[in-house]
């Protein structure tokens, strides 16, 4: 598996459905020392899922995890992910994700670069 460029096309984004390709996927970022970023399908919804403790001395500056804090809130608030989503420094999960593209996007906008992460979730206004 190739590490996911920055800014990362939500088609390279993998499918890590299932615990052998979620493994797979997981220790490829960590062999990699690259940030896991991958989705999941959860029956009709989808999770998506951003991991930095796989890339050693890794952390999302101030400013990205503002933003990522930001625009899971946003998801939240209009009913686009469940609330038990997260946001923290380390790691980013989104439940009930409706539909593969949608997801692939979101994933691909948690990658750590802004201009994606606004395209795909605009600031509230």
Same mark, same amino acid.
């Given at each position: 598996m190739q590490p996911l460029p920055i800014p990362c096309p939500? $088609? /390279?984004?993998p499918d890590a459905t299932g615990m052998d390709a979620f493994t797979t996927a997981y220790s490829a970022a960590k062999e990699q020392q690259a940030v896991f970023v991958a989705i999941e399908c959860q029956g009709p919804r989808w999770t998506v899922k951003a991991d930095v403790l796989t890339a050693l001395r890794h952390t999302l500056d101030t400013t990205v995890h503002d933003a990522v804090r930001e625009a899971v809130g946003h998801l939240i608030d209009s009913r686009q992910s469940r609330p038990d989503s997260i946001a923290d420094p380390v790691y980013v999960? %989104?439940? @009930?994700? @409706? !539909?593969? %593209? /949608?997801t692939r996007?979101?994933?691909?906008?948690?990658? !750590? $670069? %802004?201009?994606? %992460?606004?395209r795909a979730v605009p600031p509230s206004s």
């Open positions: 939500a $088609d /390279r984004i999960v %989104l439940y @009930d994700v @409706d !539909g593969e %593209l /949608r996007e979101l994933a691909a906008a948690f990658c !750590g $670069d %802004l201009e994606p %992460l606004a």
